[in-house]
């Protein structure tokens, strides 16, 4: 069977793609709380995460391939502004 | 102008304002550029590169920003013509084009712009090949940050991998107005206040902030930059570490580089500062725009601490820190009145970059290298990661502050530091110095290994007093003894007490004034071979019993009148001592046997016994006989007291080498006149002097000019300025040397020369097998300029403290670095230069020095307390006005009286240990640790307790004299003492430079040891006034000098008093003796005598019965000088050699002839003048006798201080001398006059020295700038006495000619 060149991302992509769940767990382990404290909506600066922490978050979720910009997840600090930024990130390499 | 009138304006951000002023402070600087480069290699679209760039300039609006310098405030609008278009360099054909490109980016980056009217960016494209260019951005940091950089270049890539792929390019970059706003939402929001209020309450005590060099943290123009690779194994285990205890990894990195930071400043807390992006979760998150912030982060590192704790305490700060770090570091500064000089907020930057900064272009490779990131005002660690697993550490330097070696040292240090404590269970395992400093620091710089024979100093003397036995070995006040002699005296006396039992390993105390028999001693105990124990007999009885006890001596070599100090102890005193040998054989001592005990002073209160071996102390007189090549020829001084370790090597090294030793008169060692003379008499070339002493030297006149060979300076530390001044004002080599008692008397040395600059001196280089270690509190070696404990090892090590094997084993540890070795803990603060020499920083315990004399303050605590009187007591070291001073604080018993205290602590303590001023308090203060709170301790009050005022002129005088010496502003009584007032013998000898100068006598140190009250000093001073010179007689002596020189003979002016050459007769060096003519008619009954001839003829006499071969050197001012060049004519008409005529500034009698006697009225102006008034300026003063005796004696002329008749006598020689010069009429002189000539007078006048032509063969001119009047004050003096002792020199050197004129 021949590679066609669409098949090398899937081949290096993460077995395992990101969910918003492992995204929810990350930030509480950095936290130090509870993961069902994270709310979607809530700033996770008021909730004690400060940028290098982030960028550390940023970092982990990257090392299996996805080219993520810091800068934007520093514009939007809540959960469901990250999911948004890798759910959109894992769909182009789909 | 390109901004239209109607442009918008806008605030600047904060924290663009705080950049803006510092850039108008400094505008040439151009370390306000940001700046970076790109290499791209591959086939670079530059179509599409130059769309990718036109976009972003025009989404990053900032780029386009213009300063505008409103007097209400800086204001900034965007300029669309300040929006920079790509340059594009093609350098293809360029020889070498990549360093055509880079020299370019330099010169680019160098140049400075302005804000208001230059654009604040610029891109640059160069084209160094078809497939490579280079891709430069420099932006002015009022406009961007090290963050917005990253967001500029990101962009660019991502807009032009839009265009090679066809895909969506990302949403625009927001414009700086976003970012504006927000600045100004949050200035007026209460989120401000609050983060404003913690950072206040966090900093509210103010902290030291220290960094790693000392110096002015401003900007230079450039910066040093060395960067460096943490080592990859390391950074995964710091990594994995961060993780365990859930730290992220880059603050993990910042706590380590803070500890780092921790050990350099050895205090317990750091102030670093951080970085802070300033944008997380703000609308401005993705602005291009100059957001950052500088976040103050304090770090404490404490000992023993496990390494998972410190990091998660730096990490739980650093959270904290950022939540609060939109609060500007420049507002925290000026609410917490930081503001100007150097008080600073923060140390070392510490800047992490935890992402990969590179752009990926699609289809190319890039590499990105930071120009700059803006101003570097101290030191900043810069870690940056690259590719996911590797950390490089850049660190960028302040030039001013630290050398290109420092900087890669740092770089080097901290990158090993940091793979070391990722490896470690707590930073107390981890040395700071790298395994290569280690190595330098304990063996490289302590390869002194050098062959010395092993033998004893009885030997080697032996050896060479046989060698050359006439040749002279002693001199002491005029006797001589030569080596054979000296040999024969010391090996009787040796002989003798090997007769008493006395040998190897027994006590002999010496307790002999300076004198022959002091040496002699010596000599024989050492011969004998004793060891020698010199005591002071100043010291208490108390002090005195206890050495003894201690020290259990066999004998005692003492002054049969001092017998009884030594009650127990057999005394031999110089009377008894044998003359001549018998040639009994002695046994003499080993090297390992004891040469001398030195007892020091110790913290218990118990004072310690060193005990030196001959070994130790051979090794140390062979190095410095051999390192500064003494000869047979040297001439060396002996003053030290005999107590002090320093004299071991003045008595000895004269024996070992076979040259001359001067022994000083008893007590002239703190006398610099004395010193002086007693230099420049004996041809002394080697002299040694504690600084403090030093500097008393030197500010003594007969001193200037002073030549030696060599001059050792040690006992405390040698300031920069007091070298410098050596330099200025005598002739020989100074060296510095270093040691303690504990190591045979000095370690270490170095050459304080000419042309060395250092700031602190060092005490140099280990001398011949001999180890300086500058150790850390775990015992490890401290990298170079880190200050630690410093530990002497090597054969100079004392044997132990008498007795004492406690404290032997507390100061003389083993040599953690060289098995089976001693060290000694000096209890000294050092540090290691980077050349390798060693500079003294302070004591680390309580022992202090005053006057290069070693005192324990606990030994004086002991003796407070021992007194019965005090339940508590703190003794301090304390610099008040500049004198450093003992000061005891105690806390009485009830109902004790402390009139007595200072007597009783005298009888245990030597005198220069008991403290200058007891006061009592009702508790001590302390700190909140419970120790003694030194800040809080009031000043003591110098107050003296007299009662009577100052009456007589000299008590008044004196009493001024005293205030002033010891900065005392309450008045001072006839009875108060001048040392119970605070005074030391140093500021004694300052004192009596004074009473010199004011009197014009000096009853010199002893007298005022003698009679410190100012009503019993003015005694003495009246009491010598009125001895064989009244200080009115005809002739009196200003200085007396060197016999072998011809005398000066100065004659009065006007008022016929010749005080006022005195400041001139004691600055002339080589000193001369120069006397002073006065006029008899000063004596109530004198006569005016009747002609100018013959008063010369008088004088004549005079001199000639004082000193009747010539030459004559003859000076005089005004009619001084007149009356010179008429008794240089009657010399001549006698037959008799004259020498320099001098005037100072004189005019001949023509001159004056027609110009009307002045009078009485003339007479009392003149005598306002001469006692440096001018009259014309004392209108209201009544031309009466009556009214001008009274103004000068109300005045500080000595003058007012003469009794009325002798007044009443200057009025009649004023008067008569004017009439004497009216009716003279001058005489060729048939020789030279030399004319100084006051250069600030005279305008409008026609006085010049060509009116003396006439009466002369020659006329030498020489114009000093001052007036007549001040000719002989200071600066004028300053002037003239270099030029007199030069010309008074060559006169003296002339061959003698036949007399030419008859």
């Given at each position: 069977m021949a590679i066609e060149p669409g098949d090398i991302t899937r081949i290096v992509a993460p077995a395992a793609p990101i969910t918003r769940e492992r995204m929810r767990a990350d930030i509480a382990r950095m936290l130090h709380e509870d993961p069902d404290e994270i709310g979607g909506d809530d700033s996770l600066m008021d909730l004690g995460l400060d940028s290098m922490r982030a960028m550390n978050l940023v970092l982990t979720w990257s090392e299996g391939g996805l080219e993520l910009e810091f800068s934007d997840f520093a514009e939007t600090p809540t959960l469901n502004g990250w999911w948004a930024l890798i759910s959109a990130k894992q769909a182009a390499r789909a | 102008m390109t901004g239209t009138p109607e442009a918008e304006t806008f605030p600047l951000a904060e924290a663009q304002a705080g950049l803006w002023y510092a850039q108008r402070l400094d505008p040439a600087n151009p370390l306000f550029h940001a700046g970076q480069y790109i290499e791209l290699t591959g086939p670079l679209d530059r179509a599409a590169f130059a769309a990718a760039l036109a976009q972003l300039v025009e989404e990053a609006d900032a780029l386009s920003l213009r300063m505008i310098d409103d007097p209400a405030g800086p204001r900034q609008c965007l300029d669309p013509a300040h929006r920079p278009a790509l340059e594009l360099i093609d350098l293809a054909d360029a020889p070498d084009p990549l360093a055509a490109a880079l020299a370019d980016i330099a010169r680019d980056m160098a140049t400075p712009l302005d804000p208001t009217r230059d654009p604040l960016a610029a891109q640059r494209l160069f084209v160094l090949g078809p497939s490579r260019h280079i891709w430069q951005q420099r932006v002015h940091h009022l406009a961007i940050d090290g963050y917005g950089i990253i967001l500029l270049t990101q962009r660019v890539a991502e807009l032009y991998n839009a265009a090679r792929t066809g895909n969506a390019p990302g949403n625009p970059l927001p414009s700086v107005r976003v970012a504006l706003n927000e600045d100004a939402a949050y200035r007026a929001s209460e989120k401000r206040a609050a983060d404003g209020a913690y950072w206040q309450a966090l900093f509210a005590d103010r902290p030291e902030v220290a960094s790693l060099a000392a110096g002015n943290p401003a900007s230079a123009f450039t910066f040093h930059r060395r960067a460096v690779e943490i080592d990859r194994a390391a950074f995964a285990r710091l990594r994995a570490l961060g993780d365990r205890v859930n730290v992220p990894w880059p603050d993990v990195v910042t706590a380590l580089a803070a500890a780092y930071v921790q050990r350099h400043t050895a205090t317990p807390e750091v102030v670093v500062g951080v970085p802070f992006m300033a944008r997380m979760g703000s609308a401005a998150a993705r602005v291009p725009a100059m957001l950052m912030n500088v976040l103050p982060l304090r770090v404490a590192v404490p000992a023993g601490a496990p390494l998972a704790d410190y990091l998660t305490g730096v990490a739980r700060s650093l959270t904290r820190a950022r939540r609060h770090g939109r609060y500007r570091s420049e507002q925290l500064?000026?609410?917490?009145?930081?503001?100007?000089?150097?008080?600073?907020?923060?140390?070392?930057?510490?800047?992490?970059?935890?992402?990969?900064?590179?752009?990926?272009?699609?289809?190319?490779?890039?590499?990105?290298?930071?120009?700059?990131?803006?101003?570097?005002?101290?030191?900043?660690?810069?870690?940056?990661?690259?590719?996911?697993?590797?950390?490089?550490?850049?660190?960028?330097?302040?030039?001013?502050?630290?050398?290109?070696?420092?900087?890669?040292?740092?770089?080097?240090?901290?990158?090993?530091?940091?793979?070391?404590?990722?490896?470690?269970?707590?930073?107390?395992?981890?040395?700071?110095?790298?395994?290569?400093?280690?190595?330098?620091?304990?063996?490289?710089?302590?390869?002194?290994?050098?062959?010395?024979?092993?033998?004893?100093?009885?030997?080697?003397?032996?050896?060479?007093?046989?060698?050359?036995?006439?040749?002279?070995?002693?001199?002491?006040?005029?006797?001589?003894?030569?080596?054979?002699?000296?040999?024969?005296?010391?090996?009787?006396?040796?002989?003798?007490?090997?007769?008493?039992?006395?040998?190897?390993?027994?006590?002999?105390?010496?307790?002999?004034?300076?004198?022959?028999?002091?040496?002699?001693?010596?000599?024989?105990?050492?011969?004998?071979?004793?060891?020698?124990?010199?005591?002071?007999?100043?010291?208490?009885?108390?002090?005195?019993a206890r050495i003894l006890a201690s020290a259990s001596p066999k004998l005692v070599l003492a002054r049969e009148g001092d017998a009884p100090r030594f009650a127990g102890v057999p005394v031999l005193s110089p009377a008894a001592w044998p003359r001549d040998p018998t040639g009994t054989p002695l046994a003499g001592p080993k090297p390992g046997d004891a040469a001398y005990v030195i007892y020091t002073s110790g913290s218990t209160g118990e004072p310690k016994g060193v005990v030196i071996e001959h070994r130790a102390i051979v090794n140390r007189l062979e190095w410095m006989r051999e390192h500064y090549a003494f000869t047979p020829a040297d001439i060396i001084l002996q003053k030290t007291p005999a107590t002090f370790d320093v004299s071991v090597w003045e008595f000895f090294l004269p024996f070992l080498t076979g040259c001359t030793l001067v022994v000083a008169p008893p007590e002239a060692h703190r006398d610099p006149v004395a010193l002086a003379r007693l230099i420049r008499a004996e041809a002394i070339t080697t002299a040694h002097f504690v600084p403090s002493m030093l500097a008393a030297f030197l500010a003594e006149p007969s001193a200037q000019g002073l030549s030696l060979a060599r001059v050792f300076c040690s006992g405390e530390e040698l300031p920069a300025d007091l070298r410098d001044r050596f330099h200025r004002t005598l002739k020989a080599e100074l060296h510095n040397l270093y040691g303690p008692t504990e190591a045979a008397v000095d370690v270490s040395y170095w050459p304080a020369a000419r042309d060395d600059r250092s700031l602190s001196v060092p005490i140099g280089f280990p001398v011949w097998n001999t180890r300086l270690y500058v150790l850390d509190e775990q015992g490890r070696p401290q990298p170079p300029n880190v200050a630690g404990h410093l530990y002497l090892g090597g054969v100079q090590l004392a044997r132990f403290y008498l007795g004492r094997p406690d404290l032997t084993a507390e100061r003389f540890v083993a040599d953690p670095h060289q098995p089976g070795e001693r060290i000694y803990a000096t209890g000294d603060l050092a540090l290691i230069r980077p050349d390798g020499a060693v500079v003294y920083l302070g004591r680390s315990d309580h022992q202090i020095k005053i006057r290069g004399l070693r005192i324990e303050l606990g030994e004086i605590e002991a003796a407070v307390m021992a007194s019965g009187l005090v339940r508590q007591a703190g003794i301090v070291a304390r610099e008040d006005r500049g004198t450093k001073r003992i000061v005891a604080y105690v806390v009485p018993e009830p109902g004790a009286d402390l009139a007595i205290l200072k007597a009783r602590v005298a009888a245990k303590v030597p005198d220069y240990m008991v403290p200058a001023a007891f006061v009592a308090l009702d508790a001590l203060p302390v700190n909140a640790n419970g120790k003694l709170d030194r800040g809080a301790l009031p000043a003591p009050d110098f107050a003296g307790t007299g009662q009577r005022v100052p009456e007589t002129p000299t008590e008044q005088r004196l009493a001024a004299l005293f205030a002033d010496q010891l900065q005392l502003a309450t008045p001072i009584a006839a009875e108060d003492d001048f040392f119970t007032l605070g005074g030391d013998s140093l500021a004694a000898v300052a004192l009596l430079l004074r009473v010199r100068e004011a009197f014009g006598r000096d009853p010199g140190l002893g007298a005022l040891f003698a009679q410190?009250?100012?009503?019993?000093?003015?005694?003495?001073?009246?009491?010598?006034?009125?001895?064989?010179?009244?200080?009115?007689?005809?002739?009196i002596t200003l200085v007396a000098g060197d016999p072998a020189l011809p005398p000066l003979f100065a004659i009065h002016p006007a008022g016929g008093i010749s005080w006022c050459y005195g400041r001139l007769a004691r600055a002339l060096a080589p000193r001369r003796t120069v006397y002073g003519l006065q006029a008899p008619a000063l004596a109530p009954d004198g006569a005016v005598p009747s002609s100018l001839e013959a008063l010369a003829a008088d004088y004549v006499a005079r001199i000639r019965a004082i000193s009747p071969e010539g030459p004559y050197h003859l000076l005089g001012w005004s009619v001084g000088g007149i009356i010179a060049q008429a008794m240089a004519v009657r010399l001549r008409d006698l037959g008799c050699e004259v020498g320099l005529v001098v005037m100072l500034d004189s005019y001949p009698c023509d001159v004056w002839r027609g110009e009307p006697d002045p009078g009485e009225d003339g007479a009392l102006k003149a005598l306002i003048a001469i006692a440096g008034h001018d009259p014309d300026r004392l209108p209201a003063l009544a031309l009466t006798r009556a009214s001008v005796l009274a103004f000068l004696r109300a005045s500080d002329s000595p003058l007012g201080r003469l009794p009325d008749a002798a007044l009443d006598g200057v009025v009649r020689v004023v008067a008569g001398n004017n009439r004497l010069v009216r009716s003279h009429h001058h005489r060729r002189y048939d020789g030279t006059i030399t004319h100084i000539r006051a250069g600030l007078d005279h305008q409008g006048r026609h006085l010049s020295p060509d009116q003396w032509r006439a009466y002369a063969r020659e006329v030498a001119v020489i114009e000093v700038p001052a007036l007549h009047a001040h000719l002989t004050g200071p600066e004028a003096t300053a002037h003239i006495a270099p030029t007199l002792a030069r010309l008074l020199a060559a006169e003296d050197f002339k061959e003698p000619t036949c007399a030419t004129a008859v």
């Amino acid at each position: 069977m021949a590679i066609e060149p669409g098949d090398i991302t899937r081949i290096v992509a993460p077995a395992a793609p990101i969910t918003r769940e492992r995204m929810r767990a990350d930030i509480a382990r950095m936290l130090h709380e509870d993961p069902d404290e994270i709310g979607g909506d809530d700033s996770l600066m008021d909730l004690g995460l400060d940028s290098m922490r982030a960028m550390n978050l940023v970092l982990t979720w990257s090392e299996g391939g996805l080219e993520l910009e810091f800068s934007d997840f520093a514009e939007t600090p809540t959960l469901n502004g990250w999911w948004a930024l890798i759910s959109a990130k894992q769909a182009a390499r789909a | 102008m390109t901004g239209t009138p109607e442009a918008e304006t806008f605030p600047l951000a904060e924290a663009q304002a705080g950049l803006w002023y510092a850039q108008r402070l400094d505008p040439a600087n151009p370390l306000f550029h940001a700046g970076q480069y790109i290499e791209l290699t591959g086939p670079l679209d530059r179509a599409a590169f130059a769309a990718a760039l036109a976009q972003l300039v025009e989404e990053a609006d900032a780029l386009s920003l213009r300063m505008i310098d409103d007097p209400a405030g800086p204001r900034q609008c965007l300029d669309p013509a300040h929006r920079p278009a790509l340059e594009l360099i093609d350098l293809a054909d360029a020889p070498d084009p990549l360093a055509a490109a880079l020299a370019d980016i330099a010169r680019d980056m160098a140049t400075p712009l302005d804000p208001t009217r230059d654009p604040l960016a610029a891109q640059r494209l160069f084209v160094l090949g078809p497939s490579r260019h280079i891709w430069q951005q420099r932006v002015h940091h009022l406009a961007i940050d090290g963050y917005g950089i990253i967001l500029l270049t990101q962009r660019v890539a991502e807009l032009y991998n839009a265009a090679r792929t066809g895909n969506a390019p990302g949403n625009p970059l927001p414009s700086v107005r976003v970012a504006l706003n927000e600045d100004a939402a949050y200035r007026a929001s209460e989120k401000r206040a609050a983060d404003g209020a913690y950072w206040q309450a966090l900093f509210a005590d103010r902290p030291e902030v220290a960094s790693l060099a000392a110096g002015n943290p401003a900007s230079a123009f450039t910066f040093h930059r060395r960067a460096v690779e943490i080592d990859r194994a390391a950074f995964a285990r710091l990594r994995a570490l961060g993780d365990r205890v859930n730290v992220p990894w880059p603050d993990v990195v910042t706590a380590l580089a803070a500890a780092y930071v921790q050990r350099h400043t050895a205090t317990p807390e750091v102030v670093v500062g951080v970085p802070f992006m300033a944008r997380m979760g703000s609308a401005a998150a993705r602005v291009p725009a100059m957001l950052m912030n500088v976040l103050p982060l304090r770090v404490a590192v404490p000992a023993g601490a496990p390494l998972a704790d410190y990091l998660t305490g730096v990490a739980r700060s650093l959270t904290r820190a950022r939540r609060h770090g939109r609060y500007r570091s420049e507002q925290l500064r000026r609410d917490l009145k930081l503001i100007g000089g150097q008080r600073r907020l923060h140390g070392p930057l510490i800047n992490l970059l935890p992402f990969d900064e590179k752009p990926r272009f699609a289809g190319l490779e890039s590499r990105l290298e930071v120009l700059s990131t803006g101003p570097v005002e101290d030191i900043t660690f810069t870690f940056r990661l690259h590719g996911t697993d590797g950390l490089r550490l850049e660190v960028d330097a302040n030039p001013d502050l630290y050398d290109a070696g420092s900087v890669e040292a740092h770089a080097a240090r901290l990158a090993q530091f940091i793979a070391a404590a990722s490896d470690a269970d707590t930073l107390d395992t981890v040395p700071t110095a790298t395994p290569e400093e280690a190595h330098w620091a304990l063996v490289t710089l302590n390869a002194t290994d050098h062959p010395v024979p092993d033998t004893t100093l009885a030997a080697l003397i032996e050896a060479r007093m046989r060698e050359t036995p006439d040749a002279p070995a002693l001199r002491f006040e005029g006797q001589t003894l030569d080596y054979a002699t000296l040999d024969a005296r010391s090996r009787a006396l040796a002989e003798a007490l090997a007769e008493r039992g006395i040998g190897r390993e027994d006590i002999v105390v010496v307790a002999l004034p300076r004198s022959l028999e002091l040496v002699i001693a010596l000599l024989a105990i050492i011969r004998a071979g004793a060891a020698y124990l010199p005591v002071d007999l100043a010291q208490p009885d108390a002090r005195l019993a206890r050495i003894l006890a201690s020290a259990s001596p066999k004998l005692v070599l003492a002054r049969e009148g001092d017998a009884p100090r030594f009650a127990g102890v057999p005394v031999l005193s110089p009377a008894a001592w044998p003359r001549d040998p018998t040639g009994t054989p002695l046994a003499g001592p080993k090297p390992g046997d004891a040469a001398y005990v030195i007892y020091t002073s110790g913290s218990t209160g118990e004072p310690k016994g060193v005990v030196i071996e001959h070994r130790a102390i051979v090794n140390r007189l062979e190095w410095m006989r051999e390192h500064y090549a003494f000869t047979p020829a040297d001439i060396i001084l002996q003053k030290t007291p005999a107590t002090f370790d320093v004299s071991v090597w003045e008595f000895f090294l004269p024996f070992l080498t076979g040259c001359t030793l001067v022994v000083a008169p008893p007590e002239a060692h703190r006398d610099p006149v004395a010193l002086a003379r007693l230099i420049r008499a004996e041809a002394i070339t080697t002299a040694h002097f504690v600084p403090s002493m030093l500097a008393a030297f030197l500010a003594e006149p007969s001193a200037q000019g002073l030549s030696l060979a060599r001059v050792f300076c040690s006992g405390e530390e040698l300031p920069a300025d007091l070298r410098d001044r050596f330099h200025r004002t005598l002739k020989a080599e100074l060296h510095n040397l270093y040691g303690p008692t504990e190591a045979a008397v000095d370690v270490s040395y170095w050459p304080a020369a000419r042309d060395d600059r250092s700031l602190s001196v060092p005490i140099g280089f280990p001398v011949w097998n001999t180890r300086l270690y500058v150790l850390d509190e775990q015992g490890r070696p401290q990298p170079p300029n880190v200050a630690g404990h410093l530990y002497l090892g090597g054969v100079q090590l004392a044997r132990f403290y008498l007795g004492r094997p406690d404290l032997t084993a507390e100061r003389f540890v083993a040599d953690p670095h060289q098995p089976g070795e001693r060290i000694y803990a000096t209890g000294d603060l050092a540090l290691i230069r980077p050349d390798g020499a060693v500079v003294y920083l302070g004591r680390s315990d309580h022992q202090i020095k005053i006057r290069g004399l070693r005192i324990e303050l606990g030994e004086i605590e002991a003796a407070v307390m021992a007194s019965g009187l005090v339940r508590q007591a703190g003794i301090v070291a304390r610099e008040d006005r500049g004198t450093k001073r003992i000061v005891a604080y105690v806390v009485p018993e009830p109902g004790a009286d402390l009139a007595i205290l200072k007597a009783r602590v005298a009888a245990k303590v030597p005198d220069y240990m008991v403290p200058a001023a007891f006061v009592a308090l009702d508790a001590l203060p302390v700190n909140a640790n419970g120790k003694l709170d030194r800040g809080a301790l009031p000043a003591p009050d110098f107050a003296g307790t007299g009662q009577r005022v100052p009456e007589t002129p000299t008590e008044q005088r004196l009493a001024a004299l005293f205030a002033d010496q010891l900065q005392l502003a309450t008045p001072i009584a006839a009875e108060d003492d001048f040392f119970t007032l605070g005074g030391d013998s140093l500021a004694a000898v300052a004192l009596l430079l004074r009473v010199r100068e004011a009197f014009g006598r000096d009853p010199g140190l002893g007298a005022l040891f003698a009679q410190p009250s100012v009503e019993g000093f003015a005694r003495l001073i009246d009491a010598e006034g009125q001895g064989e010179d009244s200080g009115l007689d005809p002739l009196i002596t200003l200085v007396a000098g060197d016999p072998a020189l011809p005398p000066l003979f100065a004659i009065h002016p006007a008022g016929g008093i010749s005080w006022c050459y005195g400041r001139l007769a004691r600055a002339l060096a080589p000193r001369r003796t120069v006397y002073g003519l006065q006029a008899p008619a000063l004596a109530p009954d004198g006569a005016v005598p009747s002609s100018l001839e013959a008063l010369a003829a008088d004088y004549v006499a005079r001199i000639r019965a004082i000193s009747p071969e010539g030459p004559y050197h003859l000076l005089g001012w005004s009619v001084g000088g007149i009356i010179a060049q008429a008794m240089a004519v009657r010399l001549r008409d006698l037959g008799c050699e004259v020498g320099l005529v001098v005037m100072l500034d004189s005019y001949p009698c023509d001159v004056w002839r027609g110009e009307p006697d002045p009078g009485e009225d003339g007479a009392l102006k003149a005598l306002i003048a001469i006692a440096g008034h001018d009259p014309d300026r004392l209108p209201a003063l009544a031309l009466t006798r009556a009214s001008v005796l009274a103004f000068l004696r109300a005045s500080d002329s000595p003058l007012g201080r003469l009794p009325d008749a002798a007044l009443d006598g200057v009025v009649r020689v004023v008067a008569g001398n004017n009439r004497l010069v009216r009716s003279h009429h001058h005489r060729r002189y048939d020789g030279t006059i030399t004319h100084i000539r006051a250069g600030l007078d005279h305008q409008g006048r026609h006085l010049s020295p060509d009116q003396w032509r006439a009466y002369a063969r020659e006329v030498a001119v020489i114009e000093v700038p001052a007036l007549h009047a001040h000719l002989t004050g200071p600066e004028a003096t300053a002037h003239i006495a270099p030029t007199l002792a030069r010309l008074l020199a060559a006169e003296d050197f002339k061959e003698p000619t036949c007399a030419t004129a008859v």
